[in-house]
């Protein structure tokens, strides 16, 4: 099976652009203010207003009020959601819209447990655990801490470059994988050629 691939941290419509071009399935969003990948509802949704078709644009908060969530949902039918802090599976479900939830992981973790809070999530994103940071960090944790299976699609996330992506498929074998440091060339903005490479990677592993 092809493994998907969503390109997180967007902030701008060349980088959107681009990566659609070169074949990602999804895009990420992240209206998490003391990211310096953060992005407006309104400067996201009119990014959205120019994407093609059969792309996945995906909004991601962390712990986010509700009237913020709202604010960017109402402005495209388009959206789901990436949860990324400690948001409840009826809290994450009440939105109606195709969710997942994002996990950080330690040692010692439960893993299969955790999934299992949350019933209705369409998949679960696994991503490095770093005091202070909820996501973006760059670092890539132990995969052998995941199970071999799981009950939901997973999307394998943390640290993810060209330089290591088709050992991660080939270790993990992920539903998806995420990526958004590894394919910068400064804080927000997209290296062309990272992004070219990482997809080719993904789609020939
Ligand atoms: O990307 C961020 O800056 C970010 C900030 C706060 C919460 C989540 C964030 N990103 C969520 C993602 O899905 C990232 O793609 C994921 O954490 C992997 O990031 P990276 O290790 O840089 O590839």
Same mark, same amino acid.
């Not at 998490?32 to 990948?37: C, G, I, N, V």
């Not at 949350?118 to 369409?122: K, S, V």
């Given at each position: 099976m092809s493994c998907r691939v969503k390109i997180c941290g967007i902030t701008n419509l060349e980088d959107a652009l681009i990566a659609c071009h070169h074949g990602a399935d999804a895009l990420g969003f992240v209206f998490?203010?003391?990211? @310096?990948?953060y992005i407006s509802p309104e400067a996201a949704n009119a990014i959205l207003d120019q994407l093609p078709p059969f792309i996945v644009p995906v909004a991601l908060f962390v712990d986010a009020q509700r009237d913020f969530i709202d604010s960017v949902l109402v402005g495209s039918s388009r959206w789901i959601i990436q949860f990324h802090g400690n948001e409840s599976d009826a809290e994450c479900a009440s939105y109606k819209r195709c969710f997942y939830k994002a996990l950080r992981v330690k040692a010692g973790d439960d893993i299969s447990s955790l999934v299992d809070d949350? @019933?209705?999530?369409?998949a679960i994103l696994l991503d490095a655990y770093k005091e202070g940071v909820p996501g973006g960090t760059g670092d890539v944790f132990d995969w052998s801490l995941i199970p071999s299976e799981l009950s939901k699609p997973l999307v394998l996330a943390g640290g993810l470059s060209p330089e290591n992506v088709q050992a991660a498929i080939e270790r993990v074998s992920p539903y998806a994988v995420d990526v958004s440091g590894g394919v910068e060339q400064s804080k927000g903005i997209k290296s062309k050629k990272k992004v070219q490479r990482f997809i080719e990677l993904v789609k020939t592993a």
């Open positions: 998490y203010s003391k990211s @310096p990948r949350y @019933p209705n999530a369409a």
